[in-house]
């Protein structure tokens, strides 16, 4: 006979976000006997759109709900028997957290507490023992987090997972802030718990305020391409995919209380990824505008993977130039996704943001 795999009732927050919902996808695309429970507030970047082909699976259920609604998570906890969580639920975009920082620290720090302290009644073996420190069997808790709470790099040296917490932005303070809560749980209770750092993340179903498909949707609209400063800031850049992966890696693999750095090895200048958008999409870099640079950006992060490939066996499987290559052609594919979802709040956003 052969070996019956075990069940696992999955909750991941964020997931109808760019990442959360291409991991919703890739579990339950990989393992079959998981029951994933998304959670996500559907905010602006949130989108229901992008998980259409799974939206009648049998093992897939979905909570409209906010992380920091205690009751709600607890319900969800009860009714379901999560057994691991999955925290992508942030706010994530550097410039907004600049303009409304309030939100970030809201979502970001308390509704991660939130959602560990629902873990801890769950999971722990005498919620009622305050010194009480063993937790059921196979239960876990993995944290999403940035490379961007390292601060920045100078121009060699790469981020690892030992290096002291530097948030140069309102939104990497309030991702290294819920890092801090998720590690004293962790000391504090002994909550099973993982960190995952990633670098730049890009693919398909990414939110048209991040670079690149901000960049393509520009260009094929023959609107200007805003450049911060003189566009020189370096990112590492990882394909979701390859981000999924690692994360599901970590899930099965990580070694209790743990950090990981997730990076794709590709460093680029974001004035490079530009000219290669428009050089695929033969368009002239006279759309290019520089404009000013925003507060407190980052020159240049870089990661290094050497703890998650050699104790783990993780390695990323897309070159940038594939990644890229099946990034564009998505986005000319789909152009009335990203129509339905560039709605008038983006758009007064957009505005508020680079004129």
Sequence with gaps: MGQVKEMKNVLVTGGAGFIGSNFVKYM???????????????????NLENLKEVADNVNYIFYKADIR????????????????????????????????????????????????????????????????????????????STDEVYGALGKTGMFVETMPLLPNSPYSASKASADMIVRAYHETFGMPVNITRCSNNYGLYQFPEKLIPLMINNCLKEKDLPVYG??????????VSDHCSAIDTV?????????????????????????????????????????????????????????????????????????????????LSNQDWIENIISGEYVKYYEKMYN
Excluded at 30 to 41: C, F, Q, S
Excluded at 230 to 239: A, E, F, I, N, T
Excluded at 274 to 300: A, F, M, N, Q
Aim: aromatic share 10%; charged share 30%; hydrophobic share 35%.
């Design 28 to 46: 339950l695309n990989k393992h079959l006997e998981y029951k994933i429970i998304n959670v996500d507030a559907l905010t602006y970047a949130g």
């Design 69 to 144: 609604d205690k009751e709600k998570i607890d319900e969800i906890f009860s009714i379901h028997g999560i057994d691991t969580v999955v925290n992508f639920a942030a706010e994530s975009h550097v410039d907004r957290s600049i303009v409304e920082p309030e939100i970030f620290l809201t979502t970001n720090i308390l509704g991660t507490q939130v959602l560990l302290d629902t873990a801890k009644k769950y999971w722990k073996v005498n919620p009622e023992d305050k010194y009480c420190k063993e937790y059921k069997l196979g239960v876990k808790y993995l944290q999403v």
């Design 230 to 239: 003189d566009g020189m800031q370096v990112r590492d850049w990882l394909h």
């Design 251 to 331: 899930l099965h693999k990580g070694a209790i209380g743990e950090v990981y750095n997730i990076g794709g090895n590709n460093e680029k200048a974001n004035i490079e990824i530009v000219k290669l958008i428009l050089k695929t999409l033969g368009k002239s870099e006279y759309l290019i505008k520089y404009v000013k640079d925003r507060p407190g950006h980052d020159r240049r992060y870089a990661i290094d993977n050497t703890k998650i490939t050699t104790q783990l066996g993780w390695t990323a499987v897309y070159t940038f130039e594939r990644g890229m290559k099946e990034t564009i052609e998505w986005y």
